[in-house]
């Protein structure tokens, strides 16, 4: 596909496939949602879809061959901005951050304090946000507030409805990352789009964006949430 042809659209393919048709240093911001490698099953709804390359195995080889990919297309001043498990017993963040500082530097870990979730004993209340990019000094960053806190309290978690992604992120949070680190001017790029948050809130914010979904169901979802939303 011509890249010009992918821009403010959802492409239904595997990242590393669509990806190869982006040119390198082309992306200002990477905001996505990826697969966590623990085959989530939402305790929200009777949804038990699986989520495709969510098993550890596939997850863990997968890595990094997104990341390079990651790094090759986004501009030498862009950011990529990852969300990632948090807690439980698989340690995510740890092994994602440790494959993803061979193709970037950390800038942060945010922590996303979402609310007091299911489960016994320690019950999940925060997910981990990991900001890469390319030059540790150098990279989009325009909060100028002197605020911006890496911890981010007050947006709470989307709970999913049976019809819609298991583990989609609240609009509210993906805008105020892409008004951080872009500008109206720029690409964003969520190859993991899911079900279409990080591209509404860019749309919302004036950005141009390129959404990439594996899932045939997902990706309508996505696509219709966007016409509703957005009349695209």
């Not at 509210?172 to 990352?177: A, D, G, R, T, V």
């Not at 001017?185 to 594996?214: C, M, N, V, W, Y």
Request: net charge neutral; proline share 5%; glycine share 6%.
């Amino acid at each position: 596909m011509k890249y010009e042809n992918m821009i403010n659209k959802i492409i239904n393919a595997d990242c590393l496939v669509a990806m190869k048709d982006i040119p390198s240093k082309s992306i200002d911001l990477i905001l996505t949602d990826p697969p966590y490698g623990i085959n989530y099953l939402s305790p929200w709804t009777d949804n038990h879809d699986k989520i495709i390359n969510d098993g550890f195995a596939e997850w863990k080889n997968n890595l990094p061959l997104w990341l390079k990919e990651f790094n090759r297309i986004l501009t030498d001043t862009g950011c990529c901005c990852c969300c990632c498990c948090g807690g439980g017993k698989t340690p995510v963040t740890a092994i994602f951050t440790i494959e993803a500082i061979e193709y970037f530097n950390l800038i942060q870990t945010l922590v996303w304090r979402k609310f007091i979730g299911l489960g016994w004993r320690y019950r999940p209340a925060y997910e981990n946000i990991i900001i890469l990019s390319k030059n540790k000094d150098n990279y989009n960053f325009y909060d100028n507030s002197k605020k911006c806190s890496n911890v981010i309290d007050g947006i709470n978690q989307d709970i999913p409805q049976s019809d819609e992604h298991p583990t989609q992120k609240p609009v509210e949070l993906m805008s105020k990352i892409i008004q951080i680190h872009s500008l109206p001017e720029h690409i964003i790029l969520d190859p993991f789009a899911g079900g279409g948050s990080t591209l509404q809130a860019a749309k919302e914010l004036g950005r141009r964006f390129i959404g990439i979904e594996i899932s045939d169901k997902y990706c309508q979802i996505a696509r219709d949430r966007l016409r509703q939303e957005i009349l695209l």
